[in-house]
């Protein structure tokens, strides 16, 4: 006697992709297509684990670019010089034509292009940790030579008018890094 193999019933399709009410459904058990903390709607939770780049992108604050630029061509400006005329930069600042070695100032060239080259590399970049990163770099770098630079004339007992010029146009450039690292640093407003 032989058994009569018991068919499986049809196999029934499911229509919940055209259900609207099982996709909504799915959607809520999954945790998508609705606002996450930060008012984003995400499609997929593939999107949602991993994020969504525009999140990243940086709102770049008016005149960004262009400071990026002056920065990078001041640097590289002032590296060169006092690379190749170290002798020359000393005395237009401290107006003093002897300088004992000019080793110094050509390891102050060499700091300098390094400086250079990151204000570069920030100027191409859209991610606003290296662009911020770079900016404090650049106030850091200012600050300190606007101490170092006040103490030399102090000790020093003169007044050097490129010294003061330099002073002023530091605290001014100092002022603008501080200003942009903080804007690209902002929040930006929910609209």
């Known amino acids: 006697m032989a058994m009569a193999a018991k068919q499986p019933p049809p196999l029934m399709k499911k229509h919940s992709q055209t259900d609207l009410v099982s996709r909504l459904k799915t959607r809520k058990i999954l945790g998508v297509g609705g606002e996450d903390d930060d008012g984003e709607v995400h499609r997929?939770?593939?999107?949602?684990?991993?994020?969504?780049?525009?999140?990243?992108?940086?709102r770049e604050p008016l005149g960004l670019r262009v400071w990026q630029l002056v920065s990078a061509i001041?640097?590289?400006?002032?590296?060169?010089m006092a690379l190749a005329f170290p002798d020359q930069?000393?005395?237009?600042?401290?107006?003093?034509?002897?300088?004992?070695?000019?080793?110094?100032?050509?390891?102050?060239?060499?700091?300098l292009l390094s400086?250079?080259?990151?204000?570069?590399?920030?100027?191409y970049t859209a991610e606003k940790a290296i662009i911020r990163w770079s900016l404090l770099a650049e106030a850091c770098y200012f600050a300190v030579q606007f101490l170092v630079t006040?103490?030399?004339?102090v000790e020093s007992s003169r007044i050097a008018t490129g010294a003061v010029l330099l002073l002023?146009?530091?605290?001014?450039?100092?002022?603008?890094?501080?200003?942009y690292y903080?804007?690209?640093g902002r929040r930006p407003k929910k609209v």
Do not use: C, H
Not at 168 to 179: E, K, M, Q
């Open 168 to 179: 002023v146009s530091r605290a001014l450039f100092i002022l603008v890094s501080i200003y």
């Open 182 to 184: 903080y804007q690209v």
């Open 115 to 123: 400086i250079a080259l990151i204000m570069w590399n920030a100027l």
């Open 150 to 153: 006040t103490v030399s004339l």
């Open 89 to 111: 930069l000393f005395d237009a600042i401290f107006e003093e034509e002897s300088v004992s070695s000019k080793t110094p100032i050509r390891l102050y060239g060499g700091a």
């Open 44 to 58: 997929s939770k593939i999107s949602q684990v991993l994020g969504n780049e525009i999140k990243f992108a940086v």
């Open 74 to 80: 001041m640097f590289s400006g002032v590296a060169i």
